[in-house]
């Protein structure tokens, strides 16, 4: 996908978007060998872009995975209790990578394995306020609880940002709730739950950032990250909110 030159050299961590300008304002940069101007897009898939002269490859020669977590599994590269970990399942990349982030043993969906630290600390450190969105299966009295989760809770301690929560389509007893936080407290959506009254049956996440859940990929299996989506997420592109979501049990 073609995308405006500043900002694919941002997104390979080479210069800001600013300081990429600069560079294409001086000559620096060419498009298939030719000189670059403001305002010029380019795909890295088909077109070669240097700077001074280097082609941009993005991220370099680092790996991203998405991961369709299942249910059994830690989140971890090992486990000194022998339980099954999520490192086993991608074992077949070739790379070391590490989880961005935490499943609990009981939970499933999205996960995003990479060797990029800089893109882990993107997506983990609170002051980028990263969304999570999670379904989850829900007992209790919903009417109730509603009201809770979408306040400033309390957890260990601290005062929790206020989820985004949508009730969908509840069967013999059961409900799901999309629940959306840019926190990352241990369990936090299940500790959520069960100060509101809920039990949580099942729980999962189904984006990060603007990253979405691949639906075509079952649990257990993963993929490589495209080009457009390590922008997205290199970037903090916003997200628009996801429509028709809730699905039913």
């Known amino acids: ?78 486990d000194e209790k022998g339980r099954k970990t999520v490192a086993q399942l991608v074992s077949g990349c070739g790379r070391r990578v590490w989880p961005v982030g935490r499943l609990d043993l009981d939970s499933e969906g999205l996960l995003i394995l990479t060797d990029d630290g800089e893109l882990t600390q993107r997506l983990l450190h609170p002051s980028h306020e990263v969304e999570k969105e999670y379904l989850v299966w829900v007992t209790g009295n919903v009417e109730k609880a509603l009201p809770v ?28 709730l999309s629940v959306t936080i840019h926190q990352g407290k241990n369990r936090q959506v299940r500790r959520m739950c069960a100060q509101a009254g809920l039990t949580v049956l099942r729980l999962k996440r189904i984006r990060e950032g603007a990253l979405l859940l691949d639906q075509n990929l079952r649990p257990g299996q993963w993929r490589n990250l495209t080009q457009q989506e390590v922008l997205s997420l290199s970037e903090g592109w916003a997200h628009e909110k996801t429509k028709g979501v809730l699905q039913g049990k």
């Open 149 to 176: 989760l979408s306040s400033s809770m309390e957890l260990d301690g601290e005062r929790l940002a206020p989820a985004k929560v949508r009730r969908g389509r509840s069967s013999g007893g059961v409900t799901q």
């Open 1 to 78: 996908m073609e995308e405006r030159l500043q900002k694919l050299i941002s997104a390979c961590g080479l210069a800001s978007r600013r300081k990429a300008e600069e560079w294409i304002t001086a000559g620096r940069v060419t498009v298939n060998g030719e000189k670059a101007h403001l305002g010029d897009r380019a795909d890295l898939d088909r077109d070669e872009v240097a700077v001074d002269g280097r082609a941009l490859r993005l991220a370099g020669t680092q790996t991203y995975l998405m991961l369709h977590k299942p249910r059994g599994y830690v989140t971890t590269l090992s």
